[in-house]
């Protein structure tokens, strides 16, 4: 296999994991408003992902820093046509951060309350523009011969991709909906729950319909073919099956099958882009592709003894942190002086 | 202004200003660590209260030092297209490394510290914020290892417009790299170990739990005593190498414009760039000489003989960098250095004569010079970055080449508006917190089991 084709699926797995990931803690900084009464509860849904966000968000930086080393060309291009929206999206996701690491800090509820819409729209920005941003890609973007994306703003909000941000919103707050029902007790977990039952049908109506409108704004559909494969076929039985675990109170298992759903979904979008990598509107001949984005060969192999070897490093002592707050965080704990 | 001059003010404040947060960063973490190390072998329940007093002001400078730094890694591809493609065969390689190694291990293990106080075995607590400093320190490395391939390209060949890789562990272990790793390293250091004196003096000189904050003075007191020395002798190194690999540099450093041999050191002048020459010199005699070559015979090379021999290989144009604000910043750099190699040796002798803690003044003074390793820290930067100029890589890619052609002026400035506020009113927030936390001391007792 070659180089190229090994680090685009590598990059696949980094992008993958992080929405995974981060796709559960923004999903529970935007649900946080609605399901909390009072301060303590919006502790308690906070500590749930209190010792995971950070290190969540890791897998962005680690696939921003990857994608510079083996793809420089589709890092630069991507990075420089997308620089607004990912400008907000670096506002977004430092006033976040400010919100989680400085709200308990202070007890005056203005200071409380301020770290709260900082949460919140810190959380909402950054998933919308990953969807508008992933969109953007797999409608294929005004990219010149000289590799720069030559469009505005405007362009890039356009309504389709809008649509795929909403898409992604909604798909993370169920995720995070679900993960909250494994980390709270009570209340909480009711409201969570409830949430889930009523969002399940129509984020299922509105990413069918996204998907179906694909056909005509997407070239995904070109190279997967009209029937859907195993890919796709998978994310759709996971989804369904989510909603059946969330019926029959299967919690952890409905928390990996929206997980599960979140991975084919983007699974199919990598896999439907390749080899390209930045296809080109304006001529096929422009696209970037995983061979003329690429680095050469040496760093390419340079960097896949390295990820080989921290990889796995990284994959076990994150899951160990998992295990180690995997207890459910409860108001009697918040609001406990110890 | 250009997009050029507007996307360099961005890069320079954002960087700025993270570098004025993460090198306090990596110098309490190994500080806090000490701490807890104390605590764990002794048991003793003062240690424990400085671990966790001392550990919330790292938490709230860590904080800011992350959500700046994720706009850094950014930038690059932002602002600077045409640069990343010309180095991202090599360059990248260092800062996904960075990302991979550094990062994951510093967040996992930071939450892992801070939400698990009462759920791990003191071991592991303990190793988990080894763990961070050990992160932070090998982030350091990494991201200098990228930056030293932009003072001193090394382990590569130019192909289709592109350096690419063709010696990894040139790159690796770059010269330059291990010279600029040592001083860097050692200054955070030297930053971390003046906070954590001058915060413990201010609490001693009110009177506030002197017995408490006598036992970080004395760990801060040892700590930046040894690192102000060696900030000092891998400064040194450091010049020597810049002599060698940027001439440039360093001639612009002395404001020196003609060759000397042996060079003398301008302790004053004022830089006519316009007229390249430097007026109302007051000069030590062979002092450059020693600098950049430990001797007192070699010449140094002047800024006009260099000019002339770019110009003989890279063609017509001003590769002087500005020479004000480099010859400047290094002599503040050195100056304060001397500060703080002197501030730390007069408390050695405080101590030795058992006054530590009754010496007022001397307590105030580190109350004082706690802040200024930040502002050292920042001249040093200034004095890479800036001395590199014209370059963005030395001898091979010019700054103005590097920008990305596809941003408009109007966002580039927009967005560094916006950047500037938002990170003032963070320092804000930051300066704010540390004030409210430092100020009380050491807490009775752990109130809190959830961090947030």
């Known amino acids: 296999m070659d180089y190229q084709v090994i680090w685009f699926i590598l990059i696949s797995i980094l992008f993958i994991g992080y929405f995974v990931l981060e796709g559960f803690d923004f999903g529970v900084g935007i649900l946080m408003p609605f399901i909390s009464k009072d301060d303590v509860d919006r502790r308690v849904v906070i500590n749930t992902i209190g010792p995971f966000w950070d290190a969540n968000e890791v897998w962005l930086i680690t696939a921003g820093g990857a994608m510079f080393a083996a793809f420089p060309e589709w890092y630069a291009t991507l990075f420089s046509g997308f620089y607004i929206p990912l400008f907000l999206m670096l506002l977004a996701l430092i006033l976040r951060a400010v919100g989680f690491e400085f709200r308990s800090k202070m007890t005056q509820p203005w200071w409380r309350k301020a770290a709260d819409q900082f949460i919140f729209w810190g959380s909402l920005i950054p998933a919308l523009l990953w969807g508008v941003a992933f969109t953007n890609i797999v409608q294929g973007l005004p990219i010149g011969a000289d590799k720069n994306f030559t469009g505005n703003l405007l362009h890039i909000l356009n309504p389709y991709a809008l649509l795929g941000g909403v898409v992604v919103v909604l798909i993370f707050v169920l995720h995070g909906a679900l993960f909250l029902s494994l980390r709270t007790d009570g209340e909480i977990k009711k409201r969570v729950e409830k949430i889930s039952f009523r969002l399940w049908l129509p984020i299922g109506i509105i990413t069918a319909a996204f998907t179906i409108l694909g056909y005509w704004n997407t070239v995904l559909f070109e190279g997967l073919g009209l029937v859907p494969g195993t890919l796709p076929a998978l994310a759709i039985i996971t989804f369904l099956a989510t909603f059946a675990f969330m019926r029959y109170k299967m919690q952890g298992y409905a928390f990996g099958s929206i997980a599960a759903t979140i991975l084919l979904g983007a699974a199919v979008v990598f896999y439907g882009l390749f080899p390209n990598v930045m296809p080109s509107s304006m001529d096929k001949a422009y696209s970037l592709t995983i061979y003329n984005a690429s680095s050469s060969d040496l760093t390419l192999q340079v960097m896949t003894v390295v990820a080989l070897f921290f990889v796995p490093i990284v994959l076990a002592y994150q899951g160990w942190s998992y295990y180690i707050f995997s207890k459910r965080v409860t108001r009697d704990a918040i609001s406990r002086p110890e | ?452």
């Open chain 2, 1 to 452: 202004m250009e997009v050029l001059e507007i996307a360099r003010w961005q890069f320079g404040i954002t960087t700025i200003y993270h570098f004025f947060f993460v090198p306090l960063t990596m110098g309490l973490a190994v500080l806090t660590a000490i701490l807890q190390s104390f605590y764990y072998r002794t048991n003793s329940h003062d240690y424990k209260r400085l671990t966790k007093f001392f550990g919330k002001l790292f938490i709230i400078i860590f904080a800011v030092g992350v959500v700046t730094g994720i706009v850094l890694e950014f930038q690059f591809g932002m602002a600077w297209s045409e640069y990343s493609r010309f180095v991202g065969d090599i360059f990248g390689i260092p800062l996904a490394i960075e990302a991979l190694m550094a990062f994951f291990l510093e967040s996992t293990f930071i939450a892992v510290w801070l939400f698990g106080w009462d759920r791990l075995p003191k071991s592991i607590h303990l190793l988990s914020i080894w763990l961070v400093a050990i992160g932070s320190t090998l982030s350091a490395i990494w991201i200098l290892i990228a930056n030293a391939w932009m003072q001193t390209p090394v382990g590569y060949v130019l192909n289709e417009g592109r350096a690419e890789l063709n010696d990894f562990v040139a790159v690796m272990l770059n010269e330059q790299m291990l010279v600029m790793a040592q001083h860097t390293i050692i200054t955070a250091f030297v930053t971390g170990g003046l906070f954590m004196l001058g915060i413990s003096a201010w609490h001693i000189l009110r009177g506030n739990q002197v017995e408490v904050f006598a036992k970080s003075a004395r760990i801060a007191l040892i700590f930046t005593a040894v690192a102000s020395v060696l900030a000092a002798t891998t400064g040194h190194s450091h010049a020597q190498h810049t002599v060698k690999n940027q001439p440039m540099k360093l001639a612009a450093m002395e404001g020196l414009w003609e060759s000397e041999e042996p060079a003398s050191f301008s302790l004053f002048a004022t830089i006519d760039q316009e007229a390249k020459e430097s007026k109302r010199e007051i000069k030590l005699p062979y002092l450059t000489s020693v600098l950049a070559y430990n001797n007192i015979t070699s010449e140094v090379k002047g800024m006009n003989d260099l000019q002339a021999q770019y110009e003989e290989r890279h063609g017509e144009g001003n590769y002087i960098p500005p020479v004000t604000v480099v010859y400047w910043s290094f002599r503040l750099m050195v100056g304060l250095g001397i500060v703080f190699i002197l501030t730390a040796l007069y408390g050695i002798v405080q101590w030795w004569r058992d006054r530590l803690e009754t010496s007022r003044r001397y307590l105030k003074i580190t109350t004082y010079v706690m802040f200024l390793p930040l502002l050292a820290n920042s001249l040093g930067w200034i004095v890479a970055e800036m001395g590199r100029q014209p370059w963005i890589v030395q001898d091979v890619l010019l700054t103005s080449e590097g920008v990305s052609p596809n941003v408009s002026a109007t966002s580039m400035l927009l967005t560094t508006i916006v950047f500037t506020l938002v990170y003032g009113f963070l320092a804000a927030v930051a300066v704010f917190l540390l004030h409210k936390y430092a100020k009380p001391g050491v807490a009775e007792e752990d109130t809190d089991a959830h961090a947030y």
